[in-house]
């Protein structure tokens, strides 16, 4: 019964907290946590796209804050960079069209893959050019510092903010392959495809 108690008082608490938060923000950023928010205040008013407030949201709630707050680099970069956004939302859209009508050694799946790949290297490329890749260094210290790790921890956020390293085993990108989407079978290859180029680019260990 006390630990039942003691779990409603803890998720009333987040409750407030986001209450509390979106009073601030005025609007669902407050939903997320301030660790995440942070990473977002350089923005423009308005430049962070509802779509992509609700990815992080979804983020948050699977992978925790850290996880959250790598994947706004990405949003950071798309909101600041408008070719940069005109060719994810037009590959996010080839992506959409690989429905359960196409087979999953349609030509098309390689193709999109492929530009997939070639989208996620440039995005690579201005995030390290533009510093924001060091500030996600920083953000990795920062988490280690406030949640040191223990002989206790499990898996899940925890190995997440063990390191660098679980960051770079797999991207944001390919960390969206493990959401909860019904995605065609087409779609599930085209990313794996893309994986796999991403893969042969990393220096062997």
Do not use: N
């Amino acid at each position: 019964m006390e630990e039942t108690l003691a779990e409603q008082e803890a998720e009333s608490r987040r409750q407030r907290t986001a209450v509390q938060r979106m009073r601030t923000e005025g609007s669902r950023m407050g939903l997320l946590s301030d660790f995440v928010t942070e990473r977002l205040k350089s923005l423009p008013e308005g430049s962070l796209r509802q779509a992509d407030l609700d990815s992080l949201l979804v983020t948050e709630r699977i992978f925790g804050p850290l996880g959250a707050a790598v994947q706004a680099t990405r949003f950071v970069v798309l909101a600041t960079h408008p070719t940069l956004r005109e060719d994810s939302d037009r590959i996010d859209d080839a992506e959409e069209a690989l429905d359960d009508s196409v087979a999953v050694d349609d030509p098309r799946v390689v193709q999109v893959a492929v530009e997939r790949h070639t989208f996620e290297r440039a995005l690579q490329a201005v995030i390290e050019e533009s510093g924001l890749g060091k500030d996600d260094d920083d953000l990795f210290d920062a988490w280690d510092t406030l949640h040191p790790a223990t002989a206790d921890d499990g898996e899940g956020e925890a190995d997440l903010g063990s390191g660098r390293r679980e960051a770079d085993s797999m991207s944001v990108f390919g960390a969206t392959g493990k959401m909860p989407y019904d995605f065609s079978p087409a779609r599930l290859r085209c990313m794996e495809l893309a994986e796999e180029l991403s893969a042969q680019d990393s220096p062997a260990t």
